[in-house]
Structure formats: C-alpha cells, structure tokens
C-alpha cells in the first residue's frame, strides 16, 4: 500500500523522460522507414554489376570494381570538375550579389514588404518553368537577352548552342534563381547584428567600407558560413534546371554529377555503376554537411 | 551643411535605384512568361520583340483541349496535399518535441534530421524505382507523396522548430499548473500560437512538392504524372510548342507565387531562423 505513491512517481518521472521521443520519433520513424531500404540497397548495388543484359540471370559481385571505373572514366571525372566549377563561381556569384543586395534591403526603404516579396519570387519558381523560360530567353537567334545586349551594341551571345558558354548561362540561370536567398539569410542575419559596435565606430569615424570590412563581416561570419554552405549543398546536387536548359550539353559541357548519373541510371541503365556514382555524391554531400552542422553548432552556443 | 545634404539626397537616390533594377530584374523574365503565354503564336518569336499585340487565349485553350491537363492538374494538387498534411502534422510534433525539450542530443538529432533533405535525389531514385516497381506503385500517387516525405519532413521539422521555439514556456507550464496535459498543452497553447507560422511551414511544403521534377519524371508516366512534367510534354521530337509551355508555365506558377506573397513574411522569418543567432 505505502509503494503506491512511489510507483505513481516513478511512473511519472518515466513517461517525463520518453516525452521527447513520443514527440520526435514518428517523423524519424516514417524518414527511416522510406530511406533505409533504397539507401542501403543502392550501397549493394554499388558493388554489384547490374546492366539490363545480365538482368535476368545474376547480379555478380564485381568489388570496387564500379568505383575504380568511375575514377578512370573521362566523363565522370569531367562531371566532377564541372560540378565543382560550377558550385564555386555561382555561390561566389550569388554571395557578393546577395550582400550587396542585403546591405540595400537593411536601409529603411519605403515599400519594403513589396520590395521583399517581389525579391523573393525567383526562389519560388518551379524549375522546370525557370529552365524552359530561360531557354527561350537566351536563344541565339530570337532570345530577348541577345536582343537587348544587341541594343546596347554588344554582339549576339552563343549561350546554349556553344559549350564555352554552356556553363556561364547555367551559373546566370542560378543566380537570377537563387540570389534572393542569400539576400534574404544575409539580411535576416544583418539584422540581428547588435548596433552599438556601428555607433562606436561611426563616432571614431570608420567610413561606411571600414565598418563594413571590419564590423560586419567578421560579425555575420557565422551567418554567412552557413548560408554558403547551404547553398553549396543544393547547387551540388542541381538537375531540373540545368536539364531543361542544355540536358548537360553542348557536348557534355554542363553535364554535372546528378546528370551524369541519370544518363547511366536512366539512358544505359547501368544501375550498379550509377549507384557506385551516387555514393560518391552522398559523401561529398556529407562533408559539405558535416562542416555545416559545426557551423551551426558554433552560432547555437 | 547643403554639400552633405545633397550627398545624403544622391545616395538615397543611388539606392533606390539599384533596388528598382533588383526587382525588375527579379520579376523581368516571370512576366516576360506571362505575357508570352498570351501571344499569338506568330509574334512569340518576333525580333525586335512586340509588346503591343491583341492578347488571346489561344495557348491556353490548346494546353486543356489538347491533354489531359486538368486530370494532371488534380494529380499535382492531390500529391503535393497529401504529402503536405502529413509532412506537416509529423513535423509539428517533432519540432515541438525539439523546441521544447532541452535533452541529450538535441541539436544533434536535429542536423540529423535535416540530411535526407540535403540528399541529392538522383542518388536514391535508382533503388526507389526498384522498390516501387516491385510494390506496382510504379506510376500512383503514393510513389510520388513517399518520395517527397524524404524532403518535406526535414523542411517541417526545420521550420516548425523555428516557430515553436518563440512560444514562451510560462504559457504552457501555467496551462500545464491548471491540470492540462502536454499534448493538452500542444494543441490548446503552441499550435494555436504558432499558427501562422505552420501555416507558411504547409506553403512551403506544398511549394516544393508541387515543383518538383525529377522523382515525378522518372516515377510516374501516363497515369499518375504531375504539372512540371506535363509542361516539359509540351517539347515534342518536332517542335518545342513555345506558346503551349508558357501558358502551362503561367498556371503551374501562378498558385505558387500566390502562396508564397502571402505567407512572405513568415517564411523568410521560418527559413532564416536556422542561419540566423537569437
């Protein structure tokens, strides 16, 4: 009789602890239930050799066999560079724009909501629709880039049909698509800044570039590790619009990792082999996010 | 004193300025959509472009008779609702469990959360075709609605964490004193207050999923297909049907940039929560 309350504590200690699980694992448990089988099976795969002509007697064990071809094949290899290029020279790109235009958007502008939400419209924007619409706008013969630049006395551009600038028009497409997100962390991030460091220097006399060097960047530092790094992470792994746009061509010239794979996946399937390409996205893709989870880590504490 | 005052005035000027140019250049090549989509056909390509034309509805009349666009459009807005509901209602609890309770391994288990969207899905719609091809999903809307789990479950969470984290503890722990339960005060207390806040989560939820592209290329054909790949559709092996694509383009657009000026706010606020100290 006297152990009752005693259970009853006990019992409400023990239900206290498991709340938290109650409330976060239904979510971890349907992620878990769909990702484990494909990701697991893919692994397997990635060591086998899987090709539409061998489908139907066996799946033999080819080692690492998949991953040393992919490293000795041209294409892979290119696809790799292309894709790092392409990641470098358009987060650049949609960094110092993205700044640029946070530094604008922090003065107390009139009609700041609408100039906000007109910003923000190009990250909403289906990418099948952003793809095709730029292909029309970046054609060679009636596109109304190349009409406009002709206005203002500069010659007809090959974007799509030249592989120099194959790549140049997808990082364009990019940064009209993407800018607004860096914008608008940045701007977020500027925001919380504290103001007392920015009155001090403006008394000492720090002109508006000095601060800027000296104040505001290493202050958003961490803000701006973050919001590149999230941006790497989706650049990375891009494929509806460089799809739409040139299908990865000319002649390969924009053919990242993500259509590199499809071709094999999707156009040869040769599954084992593009399995074997998957996973050395999805440990670049852990890198770029393991740094990303000690940066945020760094701005929580 | 006027020398400093005409400087001020030109930098103001200077910076309106360069945000016009911003916003028009933002919205330049979506209205440029637009107004293309109601072009006769024989001015779509007309150098130097014409902007002074008699609109019809030509393109639109064809993208419906033409297909089977209304059914596609169904299969669009059931997928990306379904998949919403329960990205959301999974998410809200988790995000909650997350913003609530200070445990062991809180923020790791959050980043955690966040990998499968990080996925690139080229890398896992290989074996999902398999698996789905041997459950026959290959082609329903189930395959679809599993498939855009994987990211908008990690987008809910991410979000409502965000949103239930500036909910003051005090009003739920006075509930909680009255002899509320947790989930009591989790429905009666957080869920009301955060309410926006889900809101926008479920737009943005419902955004992604209804433009997503590849899963539903590679996963669906002609039963099950969804907007984007009914759009791509209109590039047939003779032509590619300009008129047809930009006014398929302008109705799969138009609920997403409806939505997305409306929870505007909210969703900056929700998605720059995570890059963002305070």
Redesign the interface.
């Known amino acids: 009789m006297l152990s009752t309350p005693s259970w009853r504590h006990r019992w409400l200690q023990f239900k206290r602890r498991i ?6 694992s ?3 448990i ?2 878990a239930l ?2 484990v ?3 697991a ?2 692994f397997w ?1 990635s060591f086998h050799e899987w090709t539409l002509r061998g489908f139907r007697k066996c799946v033999p064990f080819v080692g690492l066999e998949n991953y040393i071809e992919l490293f000795k094949n041209p294409d892979f290899v290119s696809s790799l560079r292309i894709t790092t290029t392409f990641v470098i020279v358009a987060v650049g790109i949609e960094f110092v724009l993205g700044m ?2 946070a530094l ?2 922090h ?1 107390d ?1 009139r009609g700041r ?1 609408f ?8 990250m ?7 793809g ?3 292909r ?2 970046l054609n060679y ?2 596109g ?1 880039v190349n ?1 406009y630049l002709g206005v203002l006395g500069v010659e007809p551009l090959e974007w799509l049909s030249k592989p120099a600038m194959a790549l140049p028009a997808v990082v364009l497409v990019d940064v ?1 698509n993407t800018t ?2 860096v914008a ?2 940045l ?3 500027l925001q ?1 800044l504290p103001e007392e460091p920015f009155e001090a220097a403006r008394i000492d006399g720090a002109s508006a570039v000095q601060s800027f060097f000296f104040l505001t960047l290493p202050l958003l530092r ?2 701006i590790l ?2 590149l790094l ?1 941006r790497m ?1 989706d650049t ?2 891009i ?2 619009v460089i ?2 746009l040139t299908a990865g061509g000319p002649a390969r010239a924009t053919e990242t ?2 259509i590199y ?2 071709r094999y ?2 156009q040869s399937f040769n ?1 084992g082999y ?2 074997a390409a ?2 050395i ?2 440990v670049i ?2 890198i770029i ?1 393991g740094v990303l ?1 000690r940066s ?2 760094r ?2 504490s | 004193m006027s020398r400093y005052r005409l400087m001020r005035i030109v930098k103001e000027i200077l ?2 300025l ?2 016009i140019i ?2 028009i ?3 330049a ?2 209205l ?2 637009f107004i ?1 989509s109601f072009k006769p056909a024989e001015l779509t ?5 014409v902007w002074n034309f008699r609109p019809t509805l030509q393109n639109y009349y064809d993208v419906f008779v033409g297909g089977k666009f209304t059914k596609y459009f169904m299969n669009s807005l059931i997928v990306a609702s379904t998949t919403t509901i ?1 990205a959301v209602v ?2 809200s ?2 995000g ?3 913003a ?2 200070p ?1 062991r391994g ?4 959050r ?1 955690g ?4 969207q ?11 075709y ?2 789905f091809n041997s459950m026959k999903l290959i082609d329903t809307q189930w395959a679809l609605i ?2 855009y ?2 990211f908008s ?2 987008l809910s ?1 991410w979000m409502a964490t965000s949103f239930f984290a500036d909910v003051p503890v005090e009003l739920e722990e006075s509930a909680m004193i009255d002899g509320c339960t ?1 989930l009591g005060a ?1 429905f009666r207390i957080s869920v009301p207050i955060t309410a926006p806040g889900l809101a926008a989560t479920a737009i943005l939820s419902f ?1 992604y999923c ?2 997503e ?2 899963y539903a290329v ?1 996963l669906t054909g002609r039963d099950a297909r969804t ?2 790949v009914t ?2 559709s209109f ?1 047939t092996n003779k032509a590619i049907l ?1 008129g047809r ?2 006014a398929s ?1 302008s109705l ?2 138009l609920p ?2 409806i ?3 409306v929870a ?2 909210y ?3 929700g ?8």
């Not at chain 2, 990080?118 to 999902?128: H, Q, S, Y």
């Open positions: 709340e938290p699980a109650l409330f976060i239904p979510a971890f349907v992620i769909i990702l089988y494909p990701l099976y893919s795969l640029g235009l604008l958007l003065h502008l909501n100039i906000r939400a007109m910003i923000l419209l190009p909403m924007c289906t990418n099948v629709v952003i095709l619409t730029w029309l706008l013969e009636f109304l009409y009209w607004s997100f608008l962390l701007l977020a991030g919380a961490q803000t973050v919001v999230w992470i990375f792994r494929f509806d799809y739409l990792v993500s794979v499809y996946g999707f599954l593009a399995s998957s996973y996205m999805i893709m852990l996010a989870a945020i880590g701005l929580e | 910076i309106y360069a945000v911003a916003v250049l933002s919205i090549p979506i440029y959509l293309t390509f007309s150098v130097p472009p329960i999974l998410g609890f988790a909650y469990g997350f609530r309770f445990f809180n923020y790791a288990l980043l959360s966040l990998l499968p990080m996925l690139p899905p080229i890398t896992i719609i290989v074996p999902l398999v698996l599993i498939s789990l994987t479950i990690p969470i947790r989790f955004i209804w433009n592209f590849l590679i907007l984007p759009i791509t590039m300009w694509i930009a383009g799969v657009l997403v940039l939505f997305a000026l505007q706010r969703l900056v606020r998605l720059s929560r995570g890059a963002v100290k305070g």
